[in-house]
């Protein structure tokens, strides 16, 4: 599966190859974590398990990786490897997290299990935790706010898609003094069908998500946690389905408490992602993508960013845009290893998107 590179040394600019498998391979997100790892000129994939493809060829289940040679194995005895992947429901990692690290160095986990801080937090927004003595040990995943802390890590903790979308988008302002945590921050996500996972449910099925821009956690959404962890500010969170297949759209509404000028928001803005691989700015530029949109990032591990102001309303509304299996899950996640492994941050993850396309 992998791109061989030749062995020539202890670091990845020697050309190192390391082995990794894949916990949960069967779903969306395991299909792009096995799209995106296939071509990784340092990763080879010597196991993928799915517990109820057992047997089966991989591009049975992810057509685009037909004529592979892997098959699907049990999850109960996972071979030996450099690092694994864990693209499991909530709350399978953190029942397995031992044996995880019984049989590699590094764990990659792209669930919930990880992301928050404290037991405590997962008293309140999840159903508790099997393994709290692991959370000060995890790193999120998110390289844009926590690079230097991935450098070496064990643990890493894949951010919720949502929870992505809206951090890239507000980061900047908090990082720039315009959002201090005590002005009113609104956001509202639209996102696609493949957020419930292959197994997502009616309320995913084609004929009941078309056409619809539904609300489905207005209030309370697990993921505002990790917005005002990694944030330190308070969020007005909600969410609605539409009818795209993939993507997440976060829209900020952001009252400062005092008078900013387009001029200090692209000074924000460009001040934390001038130099970032994957974010890229669309503030109200020419032509029909004029702001963040998930059809122009679809199958890519790019974030869009963009913002207007409006005097007016003392307001600043803030736009970002990803898709949601690429950076709100499994390139989010690739881009995370890459740097916990030492490779290349952008290893694996150069697909830079297609245009025109249908709907993401």
Not at 160 to 171: F, H, M, Q, R, S
Not at 235 to 262: L, N, Q
Request: net charge negative; glycine share 12%; charged share 20%.
């Amino acid at each position: 599966m992998a791109v061989d590179t030749e062995a020539g040394g202890s670091d990845a600019a020697s050309g190192e190859t390391v082995t990794a498998s894949i916990i949960g391979g069967s779903g969306f997100v395991g299909g792009e974590l096995l799209r995106l790892l296939a071509s990784h000129p340092n990763v080879e994939i010597v196991e993928v398990t799915s517990r109820s493809k057992a047997g089966k060829s991989v591009g049975s289940v992810h057509p685009p990786l037909r004529g592979t040679d892997l098959r699907f194995t049990e999850p109960d005895d996972p071979a030996s490897v450099d690092v694994l992947f864990a693209a499991t429901p909530h709350g399978v990692s953190m029942s397995q997290i031992d044996d995880f690290f019984d049989v590699a160095d590094t764990v990659v986990d792209l669930s919930a299990d990880f992301r928050l801080n404290t037991e405590a937090q997962y008293e309140e927004w999840y159903d508790g935790h099997d393994a709290p003595e692991y959370l000060q040990k995890a790193e999120y995943a998110l390289p844009e706010i926590n690079r230097e802390n991935l450098e070496g890590a064990e643990l890493v903790a894949g951010g919720g898609c949502n929870a992505t979308a809206t951090i890239l988008g507000l980061y900047p302002l908090v990082e720039a003094g315009i959002v201090d945590g005590d002005q009113q921050i609104v956001v509202d996500v639209k996102v696609g069908s493949s957020e419930g996972g292959a197994g997502g449910g009616d309320a995913s099925s084609h004929p009941e998500r078309s056409g619809v821009v539904r609300p489905y956690a207005p209030t309370g959404h697990r993921h505002e946690a990790e917005i005002e962890q990694f944030l330190d500010t308070s969020v007005a969170f909600t969410c609605h389905a539409v009818d795209m297949v993939r993507g997440a759209s976060a829209t900020s509404h952001v009252f400062p408490s005092g008078p900013v000028s387009k001029g200090d928001l692209w000074k924000a803005y460009r001040g934390a992602y001038e130099d970032e691989p994957f974010v890229r700015m669309a503030a109200g530029g020419s032509g029909v993508y004029r702001y963040p949109e998930p059809k122009a990032v679809a199958g890519t591990n790019v974030a869009e960013v963009g913002f207007e102001l409006d005097p007016t309303n003392k307001r600043v509304v803030v736009f970002s845009a990803i898709d949601n299996m690429m950076k709100g899950s499994a390139g989010q996640a690739i881009h995370a290893a890459n740097i916990a492994l030492g490779f290349e941050e952008t290893a694996g993850l150069e697909f830079t998107g297609l245009h025109p396309v249908g709907a993401p």
